[in-house]
């Protein structure tokens, strides 16, 4: 990361001397950490993270328990788990993708309690700009994917039940008497692609020309 510090134009990806491209978000916080004076900006820049991850988990225990005092004791603990401080000190770019998972699941929570549409759009937000952030970025905003796919699942679980008027013996009262489980699934499976294919789409074409800036 440190051939950076010198960088006088902005890009999207940037090239190391030996021609590997990387991702944004690492090194741009670490030029910042650069311009700031840090003594050791890579270290900075992923203690940095550090602790906006545990920002990040007080919100997200605040918003799951509507209790403040657990939700600061939940970032206490991960404050002081001693994996938590090795990695906020490795100066690893893999680190980078840990505040973009922690915000999709703030978002998730949050869109669960409001159910308003610009929290849903910063779900998807959140996991389009994640992939920018660090060399496992693809692999893990995957994973968040399939997690999507099981949260839009359980949402869509309750549309068009019917609960039968007379239930047989040995049923449950709250069985459904057709839960069209292979339809909820196929949409579950087009609403978590829809964002996905946009952003294929924008990375393979690149209609607006971002492989280009800063390259000239």
């Not at 650069?34 to 919100?59: E, K, Q, S």
Request: aromatic content about 10%; hydrophobic content about 55%.
């Amino acid at each position: 990361s440190a051939h950076i510090a010198g960088l006088g134009q902005a890009r999207v990806f940037i090239p190391d001397a030996d021609g590997n491209w990387h991702q944004p978000v690492p090194l741009y916080t670490t030029r910042l950490a650069t311009l700031l004076g840090a003594p050791d900006p890579v270290r900075t820049a992923t203690a940095a993270v550090a602790a906006v991850d545990v920002a990040l988990v007080v919100l997200i225990a605040d918003v799951v328990s509507g209790n403040l005092l657990l939700a600061v004791a939940a970032g206490l603990m991960l404050a002081i788990a001693p994996g938590h401080v090795q990695l906020g000190r490795s100066a690893a770019e893999s680190v980078f993708a840990v505040p973009f998972v922690l915000a999709w699941c703030l978002a998730i929570f949050r869109f669960v309690r409001r159910q308003d549409v610009t929290t849903a759009v910063w779900i998807g937000a959140i996991l389009g700009l994640g992939v920018f952030s660090a060399p496992i970025g693809p692999i893990t905003m995957t994973a968040i994917y399939i997690t999507c796919w099981w949260t839009v699942l359980f949402a869509v679980l309750p549309l068009g039940v019917e609960i039968p008027d007379r239930v047989p013996d040995g049923q449950a009262t709250s069985a459904p008497s057709n839960p069209r489980l292979a339809w909820k699934a196929g949409l579950a499976t087009v609403i978590a692609a829809v964002f996905w294919g946009v952003v294929w789409w924008l990375v393979t074409y690149d209609p607006f020309g971002f492989d280009l800036i800063g390259r000239e």
